[in-house]
C-alpha cells in the first residue's frame, strides 16, 4: 500500500507541476518517455523473468489453475466493454484496454498514454487503482456472496502483492496460492493484452 | 507495438538467465521502482499540461470507477463456474 501512495504522489507532483506551468518546455515537450517505457517494459521483464517460484507453480499445476486467469481476462475484457455502452466518449477498444489493465495501473496507463492518448492513459490510472481499492474494501462481502475466488477475480494483476493479504485472510492459504498464480500470470498478460488491443 | 512485445520479452529472457544472480536482480528491482516513480512523474506532466485532460477531471473519474466496477463484475461472474470446476467436481488438484 505504501508503494501504491508514492506512485500516485509521483503522478500527482508531476501533474501539479504540469497544470501550474512550473516546469521548462523542454521537459514538457520531449520523446523521452518513449525511451523510459522501453527501458521499464525491459525491467518489467526482468522481473518477471527471475520469478522462478512462480513460473515452476505453473508448470506444474498451470492446466487446471490457467482457467482462473483466463476466466479474469474474459470477464475484465467483457465486463469493462459492456459498461462502454453508458460512455459515449469511450469505445469499446478502449474501454476494453483499460480493464486489460487487470489493476496494474502503473504500466497499463504508461503504455496506454504512450500509444494512444493521455486522457485514455489517466483513465486507465484511476480505474485500476480504483480496482485496487475496490478488492482491498470489498473482499470480505466478494467472498461472502460470491464464493472463495471472487477476491482473486476482483484483484487482478494485484492477487500476487497488493491485495494478497487481504485475499489469504479472507478466501483461506489454499486460495492465496491461487491468488498469487493468477496475478502473476495476469501481470505477465497486462502489457501484451494491452498493447494488442489498442492495435487490433 | 512491436518494441513493446521486443523489450518485454528481452527482459523476461533476461530475467530468466538472470535467475541466480540477487545482486544484480536486486539492482534491477531498485532501477524498476526508480522507472516506474519516473515515469509516473512524466506521465503527470503530460497530461498536466494536456487540456483535454484536465478539463475533464470529474468526468474521467466517473468513467474510470464505471469501468472498474464493469471489469471486477465481469470477472466474479466468470469465476464462479470456474471455482466449481477446479474446487467442487474434482476431488482434489493433487496429484502430483
Known sequence: MKDSLIIIAFFAVGLFLGIYDFLPEIMINNS????????????????????????LLLKNKGKQLLFV?????????AGAGAVSVFLPEISLKEAAAVGAGFGYYSLSSIIIAEIHSDLLGVTALLSNISREIITLALTPFFVKYFGPLSSVASGGATAMDTTLPVIAKFSGKEIAAVALFSGFVLTVLTPFAVTLILNF | MINV??????????????????????????????????????????????????????????SAILLSTGAVAGSIILIIPVYKLIFKDDPKEEKK
Open chain 1, 32 to 55: 523521452y518517455s518513449t525511451y523510459a517505457l522501453y527501458l521499464l517494459l525491459f525491467l518489467v521483464g526482468i522481473s518477471m523473468g527471475a520469478d522462478r517460484k512462480t513460473w
Open chain 1, 69 to 77: 486467469p483466463a476466466a479474469i481476462t474474459a470477464g475484465s475484457l
Open chain 2, 5 to 62: 512485445f521486443l523489450f518485454l520479452s528481452a527482459g523476461i529472457i533476461t530475467g530468466w538467465c538472470l535467475k541466480k544472480r540477487k545482486k544484480a536482480l536486486f539492482v534491477f528491482d531498485k532501477s524498476l521502482t526508480a522507472s516506474v516513480f519516473l515515469l509516473l512523474f512524466l506521465f503527470g506532466v503530460e497530461a498536466g499540461t494536456n487540456e483535454q485532460v484536465t478539463g475533464s477531471f470529474l468526468k474521467t473519474g466517473f
